[in-house]
């Protein structure tokens, strides 16, 4: 895991905004990939955030709490496909 997330603004802190302040998962980041990796630091396990059924975001739960992370697709986002999620 070391390396794989040395920027911060790859951390997503669960209760308020799920991403930087107006910032959002790019609409074309992946091409065909329809789903973000998180690591959800409450259970220490991976999960997929899948795309909604309106296109409007990626959303994933965490496999021990349940919490959900929401990631907004917007034009101008982010290309980052791999998210750390704190649920505490």
């Not at 794989?4 to 609409?27: C, H, I, K, W, Y």
């Not at 955030?49 to 101008?76: E, L, Q």
Request: hydrophobic share 35%.
């Amino acid at each position: 895991m070391q390396g794989a997330m040395a920027d911060p603004r790859d951390t997503v802190a669960l209760g308020g905004s799920n991403l930087a302040a107006g910032e959002r998962v790019s609409a074309s980041a992946g091409g065909g990939n329809r789903f973000l990796r998180l690591w959800f630091e409450c259970s220490g396990q991976y999960a997929r955030g899948v795309r909604a059924a309106d296109g409007s975001a990626y959303v994933g739960r965490c496999p021990k709490c349940g919490a959900t992370a929401r990631f907004p697709i917007g034009p101008g986002g982010t290309s980052e496909r791999t998210f750390r999620v704190s649920c505490r």
